[in-house]
């Protein structure tokens, strides 16, 4: 045993201010563990480990994860938990911190986790769980925690000792591993020996597109719901196996700011939420007051930040029996930046995280009994045997992928979903087993499935800091039945769908109905291997079996004979790919239609290569680019060229069959990029643009529509007799920050192909909507009652139903397609982001 010596953590330290001149500062410029204390000599410390003072340069991933199984080896105290790879294929780890006697007993620990949330009562160890660097440029979180793992295996303080004997901490130091490390090269590249607290130093202003997202620009702090990146997949898997009591999200904040922890804005917290939680939360909170108060730290709470939306770190444990608690220290996004309230430093920030790191246990184990209690009461009496239970039909019309896909997000939620054995109709709806699923509410995660659901459109504070609503029937498209009673022979575990997709000796062609989400995938795999593909203008009927299948517009034929490769390998591409994707094919041995035109008609029209040019860098949003760039290059399996805008002048826009822009402001591209633009489009090229981006367009008159945006928005809104302090509320009136809107659809026009009733809902997050020139150019319209849920002022409610949501104008031989919200949200609205699919593959050849 040692114990480390005082040292003279506090140094002068010369640094360049904001001001015109040079100036000597006295700021911490090295981590200080806590003094006096008797570490265990054989457990490495992060100093020793580095080479370095910890924050003399920012940690990358693999330091981290040499440095948490380095102390894996060396105490009895740490095991590491596994939850997968980022997309970069960078390992995930935890770890978990007790005592040898709890590890012992580990496999009973975690049993006597997972029988909580079925009615039995919560005991043994408490479990706190503390994540830090969601946003990889955050980094002062994942600093701490390699502090504080090397704390909690090496100090031999009695409290440390009592902790560890009734608490299983966890500890995950980096969330975002990919954005960690882009962040961490970016300021170790800009570092300067002398500290620049500049703020418009080189250092503080990351390039395009910032450490704070992941590989695919996703934030994945709002993805603990919809689970489309792996990293959160993992994340939540590991919340579910260990049921946390509590769970610590630790953040960064802008540098102007001071040091914030939950309770956030009271009125803003979600309905569903338990008043006990908050309660909780705030005696919690007690214990980070004295902890910051101690060190001299600022702080606020019960302002700026909510408790809303599910699909946060902090917000995700509040609907699934644990405390969630959010930290925001002020960034120095570097090393040191100058702010209102004094130099922000790296160490600084390290130093408060670690503080709060500690109070967060000590707190949580000074209410051990409280938090045993209110997880008990939170899952008591959700569990039901019986044969009849009541509960939500789903229906996706047909298309199994998607309710596939509904399933598998529910079962990583630990939400039970059941198949139907036979059809069930309910208000006229006619639920089968081939496209339905059933949800028992009677079940632990009762209040989750509420949420998924919830669809309320009227609030007490109407500010939000992410999405008003996160309805999932929305997002798949799901036709919905609440209040359903089944007994246990309607429903089953089993998927009984099967697909039988034998294609005979004598088949001419493959038809493939575009209403199944899955078939655009095959289609792009197709097309890859140089297959012929023709899609239906019109609807038409062919006898197959004895019985008439009806295809809707947009349905796909695969002739059987092709010159470029031999009917068996079409035959085996075919089979392989309906089996791979649980896709319904149909063989017939005749190219004659019992309705609409027969196979060989020119109603049937050759589907082209699609060669996308998305365009990237300064000006685009970069979550909206990586949500355009993750479901081409995830969900299509399709070859996506990335380039920064100022580049499209001096490519061959020839080699590309599609310009796709995500939201943005486009102000820096010029005009001779506009007339490349507009004679690629002339030629055959077809752009496809989301928000932001079509007011570029339409200042280069490459987009003819009128736009409704902000500036006519403001007009809107009565501001007479309104006082100074009146501003906030206005602001929020008149934001749109997320809400689910409802969109008319023209199901004859080629962008609604494979789309089966004739309203869609999309996610609305700005004001923007379109003002066609010509009704034919109209494939979407905002619905005479606009609003489905979430909060949207009625003032819009009242002036959307005259906009259009969706345009596809003709320009020469190509087209531009507009859409006024970003139908690829977040990678999880399936039900428009078919919309898009359409826009690629069928565009060029209809419009």
């Not at 479990?127 to 793992?149: N, P, Q, R, T």
């Not at 919690?284 to 939306?309: C, E, T």
Request: overall charge neutral; cysteine-free; proline content about 4%.
């Amino acid at each position: 045993m040692t114990k480390l010596p005082l040292l003279s953590f506090i140094v002068g330290t010369m640094i360049t201010s904001s001001l015109s001149t040079t100036v000597s500062a006295t700021i911490q410029t090295q981590f200080q563990l806590p003094q006096g204390v008797e570490y265990q000599k054989a457990i490495t410390t992060p100093d020793e480990f580095l080479g370095y003072p910890m924050g003399k340069w920012h940690l990358r991933h693999d330091q981290l994860n040499f440095y948490i199984k380095n102390l894996a080896e060396q105490s009895p105290r740490v095991a590491l938990e596994h939850s997968g790879k980022s997309h970069e294929d960078r390992q995930q780890l935890s770890l978990l911190i007790t005592s040898e006697s709890n590890h012992n007993n580990i496999d009973s620990i975690l049993a006597q986790r997972a029988a909580v949330k079925h009615g039995e009562s919560s005991k043994g160890p408490l479990v706190v769980w503390l994540a830090y660097s969601i946003h990889g440029d955050e980094a002062s979180g994942v600093h701490a925690a390699m502090e504080l793992s090397y704390y909690l295996s090496a100090s031999n303080e009695s409290w440390v000792k009592s902790l560890l004997e009734e608490t299983v901490v966890i500890i995950t130091p980096s969330q975002n591993p990919d954005g960690m490390d882009r962040f961490a090269t970016w300021a170790n590249n800009n570092r300067s020996n002398t500290f620049n607290a500049d703020p418009n130093n080189r250092e503080h202003h990351q390039h395009w597109a910032r450490g704070r997202l992941n590989h695919y620009l996703a934030d994945l702090n709002r993805d603990w719901l919809f689970l489309r990146h792996p990293e959160s997949q993992g994340r939540v898997a590991l919340f579910h196996k260990w049921q946390p009591h509590y769970v610590g999200d630790f953040h960064e904040m802008g540098h102007r700011s001071s040091y914030f922890f939950q309770p956030g804005v009271p009125s803003r917290t979600h309905p569903l939420t338990p008043q006990k939680n908050q309660q909780l939360t705030d005696k919690i909170a007690n214990y980070h007051r004295a902890a910051l108060d101690k060190v001299g730290q600022p702080y606020y709470s019960k302002q700026s930040f909510d408790d809303f939306f599910y699909g946060k770190g902090s917000t995700y444990p509040d609907i699934n029996g644990a405390i969630g608690v959010l930290f925001e220290q002020a960034s120095a996004r570097g090393q040191a930046q100058d702010s209102p309230n004094g130099v922000v430093t790296l160490t600084r920030a390290i130093q408060n995280q670690f503080a709060t790191s500690i109070s967060s246990l000590k707190g949580t184990l000074a209410l051990k009994d409280e938090l045993h209690q209110y997880q008990n009461d939170f899952f008591k009496d959700k569990q039901s045997d019986s044969k009849r239970q009541q509960g939500v039909l789903i229906s996706t019309h047909t298309d199994i992928q998607r309710r596939d896909e509904f399933a598998s997000l529910l079962n990583q939620h630990q939400i039970r979903s059941h198949y139907l054995t036979k059809n069930v109709n309910k208000a006229d709806v006619n639920f089968t087993p081939n496209d339905s699923l059933f949800i028992p509410l009677e079940q632990p995660q009762s209040d989750l499935i509420t949420a998924l659901f919830d669809k309320r459109t009227e609030f007490e504070d109407e500010t939000f800091y992410d999405v008003s609503s996160f309805d999932l029937a929305a997002a798949f498209d799901l036709t919905v039945s609440e209040k359903v009673s089944l007994k246990a022979p309607q429903f089953t575990k089993n998927n009984p769908t099967k697909t039988s997709n034998t294609i005979g000796s004598n088949s001419v062609a493959v038809l493939l109905d575009w209403q199944q989400s899955a078939s655009a995938k095959v289609l792009q795999q197709l097309l890859a291997n140089d297959v012929i593909v023709k899609y239906s203008q019109k609807p038409f009927s062919v006898k197959h079996q004895n019985t008439t299948q009806n295809f809707g517009a947009g349905s796909l034929q695969i002739h059987l004979r092709q010159d470029n490769i031999s009917r068996e390998q079409l035959i085996t591409m075919l089979e392989s790919l309906s089996s791979e994707h649980q896709l319904k094919s149909t063989a017939v041995d005749t190219f004659a239609s019992v309705t609409g035109g027969d196979l060989g008609s020119p109603d049937f029209k050759a589907i082209q290569l699609v060669k996308p040019l998305l365009i990237t860098g300064d000006g685009s949003n970069p979550m909206e680019v990586g949500q355009i760039w993750h479901y081409l290059d995830n969900t299509l399996k399709m070859p996506v060229t990335l380039t920064k805008g100022s580049r499209l002048k001096r490519l061959k826009l020839s080699d590309y069959s599609h310009v796709l822009f995500a939201h943005g402001n486009y102000n820096s591209l010029d005009k001779t990029t506009a007339i490349a633009l507009k004679a690629f489009v002339k030629q055959g090229g077809t752009i496809v643009a989301h928000k932001g981006a079509l007011r570029w367009l339409k200042k280069h008159e490459l987009l003819s529509s009128e736009l409704f945006d902000s500036k006519q928005a403001q007009a809107l809104f009565n501001t007479n007799a309104l006082t100074f302090g009146d501003q906030s509320a206005l602001r929020a009136k008149q934001t749109i920050g997320g809400a689910i809107v409802n969109v008319e659809l023209d199901l004859t026009h080629p962008l609604n192909y494979g789309l089966s009733r004739p309203q869609l809902k999309i996610m609305k997050n700005s004001i923007l909507a379109l003002v066609a020139e010509k009704p034919f150019t109209v494939s979407g319209q905002y619905a005479k009652q606009p609003l489905s849920s979430g909060f949207m002022a009625q003032e819009y409610q009242s002036v959307y139903p005259q906009k259009s949501a969706v345009v596809a104008e003709s320009l020469g031989r190509g087209q531009v397609i507009g859409f006024a919200d970003n139908l690829l949200f977040r990678n999880i609205w399936l039900g428009s982001e078919r919309i898009y699919a359409n826009a690629l593959f069928f565009a060029p050849n209809s419009l």
